[in-house]
């Protein structure tokens, strides 16, 4: 029976029907980590009729559809234009959900993601943006190596990137789809970013942002070199894309000697017990942040001289 109260003398339903929220997944192969991700989303708390799930094909050489056909609740889109952020706005356009949630094909949500990620979104008035928290996981738990150390507390820090910047990055998000209708849709010009500059539209917007710790997914951290190098040098030049377009040298030199500055809150989440590994992954962490900066700073110039 569902719950009542009395409002002047009658009977009032209380109860609220779950909003639907539709999932968004862009993916370019990564076959078995969607497989993984979607199995976790067909197991999900919220109620099964108040979710679709949208992974996007972003140009994959895979077979993609034999990944999503068993699982029930997914649509298969393809979206041929290169991008992840193209993917997301054709997802956008599809999806039927009075919220959406982003994720990454590559992250495990846990149970009860999308009904705390609902719940923060609804929970305070006038809300745009809810980031949620990333956690990461290791390829052998008892002994990450270095590499994975750093990624793990130099990437994907959503509550100071919602602190400091404004934003939450998009492999856990969760906004309303008038939201995206007011303020428009990710920038498709940008290939890293994107999520920087379209959660900095909401706040400028006025609309309030929230961090849940509770709504969490886990990614895999970087485990290799090359992986932690990719990805630094793709974020270096979608922060210098933002920061060319704004032609405000200033803020480029503010930031760059922040980025400059020795990385001790960085150092102090390193997430391991053991002192010889600890100083290992604290002087890579030193390290890292200024090959950061240097990267940062080559990709500003370049992005510069492409422009002219």
Not at 93 to 114: E, R
Not at 220 to 236: D, Q, W
């Amino acid at each position: 029976m569902p719950p009542i109260t009395s409002f002047l003398g009658k009977q009032v339903d209380i109860s609220k029907p779950e909003k639907f929220v539709s999932v968004i997944i862009p993916v370019l192969n990564s076959s078995s980590h969607l497989r993984h991700c979607l199995t976790a989303l067909e197991q999900q708390s919220y109620p099964n009729r108040s979710y679709e799930i949208i992974v996007i094909d972003n140009g994959s050489t895979e077979d993609i559809e034999a990944v999503t056909a068993p699982f029930p609740r997914v649509r298969t889109l393809q979206e041929p234009q290169a991008g992840s952020y193209n993917a997301r706005n054709a997802g956008f356009s599809a999806a039927k959900g009075q919220i959406i949630a982003f994720t990454d094909a590559d992250c495990i949500p846990a149970k009860t993601w999308i009904e705390e990620g609902v719940k923060a979104l609804t929970s305070i008035p006038n809300c745009g943006l809810v980031a949620g928290n990333i956690q990461f996981s290791f390829h052998n738990p008892n002994c990450p190596n270095v590499i994975e150390l750093c990624d793990s507390v130099m990437h994907l820090q959503q509550k100071y990137y919602l602190r400091d910047s404004h934003f939450g990055v998009t492999a856990n998000m969760f906004t309303f789809k008038h939201i995206i209708s007011t303020v428009g849709c990710f920038d498709s010009t940008l290939k890293s970013g994107g999520d920087k500059e379209w959660g900095q539209r909401v706040f400028m917007a006025g609309y309030q942002q929230l961090y849940a710790s509770e709504a969490q997914v886990q990614h895999p951290a970087r485990a290799s070199f090359h992986e932690f190098y990719t990805k630094v040098t793709r974020t270096a030049r979608g922060n210098a894309m933002l920061r060319t377009r704004k032609h405000n040298v200033l803020e480029f030199i503010t930031a760059l000697s922040s980025d400059l500055k020795p990385p001790l809150k960085a150092i102090l989440r390193i997430p391991t017990q053991k002192p010889w590994l600890k100083l290992r992954a604290a002087l890579a962490v030193l390290g890292f942040r200024y090959l950061i900066a240097f990267e940062k700073a080559n990709a500003y110039f370049r992005v510069m001289k492409e422009s002219h």
